[in-house]
């Protein structure tokens, strides 16, 4: 029996990929040891950017379609896709998606929340809008309200996964996700007050990742390093506790 069986784990993303992107390994280990994982992705990313030649009103659908693989590799139980504008969702639709993120809370009570910290990993401006409404959301319920938790990329890890990818011969396109520069993952982190060790759920991470071919690619940085490269810079996740509410839950630190 997992030490986690009975609880529930409300995560909150804005697209699909940002949930096996940022703690895929902490949702596999939570799932692992007994929690029912519920992901709310506030968009269907119709906005990003394709790694191939897909028309722009398919790219939606395409990302739709992958989530539930990735979701299924880390676990995930429950899948809520929300069909908000991506790319405007720190300004559109802003009374809806916090009443959205309130009624999962009331509808699953969680014992705590995952979502962005204040830099979105790489300061996307729906990561910052989704960890506003859901910070928001929160506070709305106040002595009722799950913990927070914000996740976050520690600096310099990106930077040496492409680097890595890069001796080894692959090369950044001109455009996408992967032209993003490294530096900006993690260029916002604040000192993380939780570090969950997720090394043995690399694997999954990566394998989950790797099921948002759309943006991800058949050719990207992670397919470039080891086994133990991977282990090394992904075998960690930065979580922040957030001061909102007063529960006295603190699930995420049982993992540790």
Same mark, same amino acid.
């Given at each position: ?65 992958? !989530? $539930?693989?990735? +979701?299924?590799?880390? *676990?995930? %139980?429950?899948?809520? @896709?929300?069909? =908000? ?94 032209? !993003? $520069?490294?530096? +900006?993952?993690?260029? *916002?982190? %604040?000192?993380?007050? @939780?570090?969950? =060790? ?59």
């Amino acid at each position: 029996m997992g030490r986690l069986n009975g609880r529930t784990i409300l995560a909150i993303f804005a697209h699909p990929d940002d949930e096996s992107l940022a703690c895929g390994g902490t949702l596999a280990r939570l799932a692992d040891e007994g929690a029912r994982i519920v992901l709310l992705c506030a968009s269907r990313g119709e906005r990003g950017s394709p790694s191939g030649p897909v028309p722009d009103h398919e790219l939606g659908n395409d990302r739709a379609r992958e !989530l $539930p693989d990735a +979701a299924a590799v880390l *676990g995930i %139980r429950d899948v809520l @896709l929300l069909d =908000h504008p991506d790319g405007n969702l720190r300004w559109a639709g802003v009374a809806e998606l916090h009443a959205q993120i309130v009624l999962a809370i009331r509808h699953y009570a969680p014992s705590a929340l995952i979502t962005f910290d204040e830099d979105g990993l790489y300061w996307h401006p729906d990561h910052i809008g989704v960890h506003e409404r859901a910070t928001t959301a929160v506070r709305s319920l106040g002595a009722d309200a799950p913990p927070l938790y914000y996740v976050t990329m520690p600096s310099g890890v990106m930077r040496a996964i492409v680097d890595a990818a890069t001796a080894r011969g692959w090369t950044p396109p001109a455009a996408g996700f992967w032209s !993003l $520069p490294p530096n +900006a993952f993690g260029d *916002g982190q %604040r000192l993380p007050t @939780l570090v969950v =060790h997720v090394e043995d759920c690399v694997p999954r991470k990566l394998e989950a990742i790797s099921c948002h071919r759309s943006q991800m690619g058949a050719a990207n940085p992670f397919t470039s390093i080891d086994h133990q490269e991977a282990r090394r810079w992904l075998g960690v996740e930065h979580f922040r506790r957030a001061p909102e509410g007063v529960s006295n839950e603190r699930v995420l630190e049982e993992l540790t």
